[in-house]
C-alpha cells in the first residue's frame, strides 16, 4: 500500500514537478543532451555546408584554369624561331656573291651585262684619224668609240681598254691578211682607260714605205685590228697604204698602246 503524499513536505512539490524513476530522469537527462548536441549540430551545420561550397567552388576555378591553360597551350601558335644552339644548314659552307645561290639572293642571269664591260665590236668600233706624213714615214691614229650599241638588253654602259691592239693589212679580195701584224711600240707603257658612251681612246699607228729589196709590194685594201686580248676584229678600208706580200721583209708597221683622247 502506497504512503499518501504530504502537501507540505519540499519533496513532494519536486516529486509532483518532475514525475517518474531516476531511471527515468537520467534518460530525460540523456534526451535533454542529445537534444543539445543537435541543435548545436544544426547551429554548426550552415557553416560546414559554406565552407564545402566554398571548397567545391575554388576546386571548380582550379580545374577551370587548368583547363584553360592545356587549351591555350594546344592552340597557341608554334614559335618558328630555330634553335640557337642547332647548327644551320649553312654552317661552314661559303656562297660566292652573285652567283643566286643563298636562298635571300635573287638569280644572276650569267648573260646579263654588267656595269662597265670589256670595249668589243659589240660595243665599240674603230676608225682612222687623220694622217701626219713625217719625211715618209706615216703616223695614223686609230680611234677606238664607245657606240654604246649594247646587245640585246639595250643598255649603253661604260666600256673598258688596256695594252696594244693588234693591226695588220688586209686584202678583201679573199680577206686574208697581208704580210706582218704591227709590232709594238713600247715607250709608253699602257694603262686602264674607261670608255663612257661616245668616249674615245686611240692608239698610234706608224707605217714606213713599202720599198725594201724583199718585200714585195702589194696595195692594201685596209687593216683588220684586233682590240687588246680579244678575236673578234673590225675591218678599216683604205687604200692609201702598200703593204709587203713577204712576210719576212723588214718590219714597215708598229703600234703603240691604247692612250686616253
Known sequence: ???????????????AETPGTE??????????RKEQAGAVAELDEPKSKRTRNILIALGAVVVLAVTAGVT???LAPQSTTPDAAAPS?????????????????????????????ACTTDNAKATLGDPVD?????????????????NRFGEQVACT??????????SLSNGTAIG????????VAPTPLTLEVDGTARATLIISPANAQDCNPVQADGFRVFFPG?????????????????????????????TAG
Not at 499518501?4 to 519540499?10: A, E, F, G, K, Y
Request: aromatic share 4%.
Open 89 to 117: 644548314p649553312t654552317d661552314g659552307a661559303t656562297t660566292a656573291p652573285g652567283t643566286g645561290t643563298d636562298p635571300g639572293e635573287a638569280p644572276v642571269d650569267p648573260d646579263a651585262p654588267s656595269a662597265i664591260t
Open 161 to 170: 681598254l688596256e695594252g696594244f691592239p693588234r693591226v695588220e693589212f688586209i
Open 230 to 258: 680579244a678575236t673578234d676584229s673590225f675591218v678599216i678600208e683604205t687604200t692609201d697604204y702598200q703593204a709587203c706580200q713577204n712576210p719576212e721583209s723588214r718590219v714597215i708597221m708598229s703600234v703603240g698602246a691604247i
Open 180 to 187: 706582218a701584224e704591227a709590232v709594238r711600240e713600247e715607250s
Open 134 to 150: 713625217n719625211g715618209g714615214v706615216i703616223s695614223v691614229p686609230i680611234i677606238f668609240t664607245n657606240s654604246g650599241d649594247q
Open 72 to 74: 591555350f597551350a594546344v
Open 1 to 15: 500500500m502506497s504512503n499518501p503524499i504530504d502537501p507540505t513536505d519540499p519533496a513532494a512539490d519536486s516529486a
Open 23 to 32: 531511471l527515468e530522469k537520467r534518460a530525460r537527462g540523456d534526451l535533454s
